[in-house]
């Protein structure tokens, strides 16, 4: 069946430091890839999204492409903030039907902390 | 945006009662929500798929017959754990997806004495 892995945590940097999250998956067909966060107390939030080989997800200064080739989707930022601190899952859904009602396949997740 | 909340966040109970647990779309329909149980430290793992006005689909290996999952209406879906063990302790998210985005509840806290 699917699966997604990603890089083990807790992962610690300091500010301003360069940030990668490294995510492979397996999966039949052409699944849509996602990256979630979780901040402390909070339900899982959308952060960014791609749904096409070579497609390019951002969002607020993080950025992830899908590649087919490696069947990877590593999360980035180029520039981290404290404010960054959560746990951030990589997710992928099926290739068929309304993807938004799709079931989500999750990684393990990693958490971030960033210090000042 | 769309928000989704669970009810209770946290909740108590001694081994052998039933607890239920409420996911709710606030301003939006959902006619499919599904259920998430997440061990500390691991992933979501997906229970079911809860489908408004019929029965709900579980994942294999997850028991029917005790975790009960209602799809009442078009905003609320409900998980009810029966005679619930120390080994339901979790933390169970529920989620609804809206515009080809899915929408999590922030989750609730099961603690099973």
């Known amino acids: 069946g699917d699966s997604v892995t990603q890089m083990e945590g807790p992962v610690t940097l300091s500010e301003e430091a360069f940030l990668t999250i490294n995510c492979t998956y397996t999966?039949?067909?052409?699944?849509?890839l996602f990256w979630y966060v979780q901040y402390p107390g909070e339900g899982l939030q959308l952060l960014l999204k791609?749904?096409?080989?070579?497609d390019k997800g951002s969002n607020k200064g993080f950025e992830a492409t899908y590649r087919k080739e490696t069947t990877s989707f590593h999360l980035e930022k180029g520039s981290v903030q404290v404010s960054d601190s959560a746990v951030y899952f990589c997710?992928?859904?099926?290739?068929?039907?309304?993807?938004?009602?799709?079931?989500?396949?999750f990684g393990q997740g990693t958490r971030l902390t960033i210090n000042p | 945006g769309a928000v989704v909340s669970q009810h209770p966040s946290w909740v108590i109970c001694k081994s052998g009662t039933s607890v239920k647990i409420e996911c709710r779309s606030l301003?939006?329909?959902?006619?499919?929500m599904f259920w998430y149980r997440q061990f500390p430290k691991q992933s979501l793992m997906l229970m079911a798929t809860?489908?408004?006005?019929?029965?709900?689909?579980?994942e294999q290996g997850v028991e029917k017959d005790k975790f009960l999952i209602n799809h009442a209406s078009l905003t609320l879906s409900t998980l009810t754990v029966t005679s619930a063990h120390p080994e339901d302790s979790s933390f169970y998210i529920c989620?609804?997806?809206?515009?080809?985005?899915?929408?999590f509840g922030p989750g609730t806290r099961l603690t099973v004495t």
């Open positions: 989620s609804a997806p809206r515009r080809y985005e899915q929408y």
């Open positions: 999966a039949t067909g052409y699944p849509s």
């Open positions: 791609a749904t096409k080989a070579d």
């Open positions: 997710a992928l859904s099926g290739a068929s039907g309304i993807q938004g009602a799709q079931k989500l396949v």
């Open positions: 301003d939006f329909q959902a006619t499919t």
């Open positions: 809860s489908n408004e006005g019929s029965k709900a689909t579980y």
